[in-house]
């Protein structure tokens, strides 16, 4: 080790940069090289990133699939029990029966979207939907089982609406 390197290597990173702009201004190209070649090397331990990028975004996926999901069913509950009570009505208005029978479907209709939505873009990852749902915690309910198992088409603006949010929870690039 000459007496440059050894003067080199005690530079502190902020005095290393002053030198190498004073060097770059005066067009030294070798005592760019010197700089450069004198700085510490140093190795680095981190996690593998896309691992953790997918890790986080399908957990995130899943949890927002859950969130849309319930609230739905919920709402769902609430037109069954209506409809139940305008059952027992003897004057029933066939407007309003009608009116809670159409968001009904509606219900149906986005609980399905939303469910597809979701099982497409982990299909694509290669991921099980139920296996990640559970694998971070959540269950989706009897009843949200029940609605995603219903013989429905999916609310289209919805489904397409869905599918590009996981898409973009995802990570995936892809349309």
Not at 41 to 62: I, K, V
Not at 67 to 83: K, N, T
Request: include cysteine; proline fraction near 4%.
């Amino acid at each position: 080790m000459n007496l440059h390197e050894k003067l080199y290597s005690t530079l502190t990173p902020q005095q290393r940069v002053v030198a190498m702009f004073a060097a770059l201004a005066r067009r030294d190209d070798a005592e760019c090289d010197r700089l450069n070649e004198t700085a510490p090397m140093y190795t680095y331990r981190a996690h593998d990133l896309e691992f953790r990028r997918l890790l986080t975004s399908s957990t995130f996926m899943a949890l927002h699939t859950a969130l849309f999901i319930e609230p739905e069913v919920a709402r769902y509950l609430g037109c069954l029990a209506s409809m139940a009570m305008l059952g027992l009505d003897d004057d029933v208005d066939v407007d309003e029966f009608n009116a809670v029978q159409d968001r009904f479907k509606g219900i149906g209709a986005s609980v399905k979207a939303y469910w597809l939505a979701y099982a497409e873009t982990c299909a694509g990852m290669g991921i099980d939907p139920d296996e990640l749902l559970r694998g971070i915690g959540v269950e989706l309910s009897e009843h949200a089982r029940a609605l995603i198992g219903k013989d429905v088409e999916p609310d289209p603006v919805l489904l397409a609406s869905a599918s590009e949010l996981m898409r973009q929870l995802s990570g995936s690039l892809q349309p």
